[in-house]
């Protein structure tokens, strides 16, 4: 049958597997995920009042710190 370039199921590959394109944009995308999350956690750090990124503006007295 190997002549013919069948395999029998079940049967080993004989190349090996290694990383394919889906493993790459896999890769990509949680780079740009980790980015853009830093890219906000520094925006919010900026914008809160205390410099603590998850404490809430007063109602009506929204400012930016300086």
């Given at each position: 049958m190997s002549q013919m370039g069948m395999s029998m199921p079940g049967g080993r590959r004989k190349r090996g597997g290694g990383p394919d394109v889906y493993t790459g944009l896999l890769f990509l995308a949680v780079m740009v995920l980790g980015a853009a999350?830093?890219?906000?956690?520094?925006a919010a750090v900026e914008v809160s009042p205390d410099g603590n990124p998850i404490s809430e503006q007063e109602p009506g007295g929204v400012r930016v710190a300086q």
């Open positions: 999350t830093f890219l906000m956690y520094q």
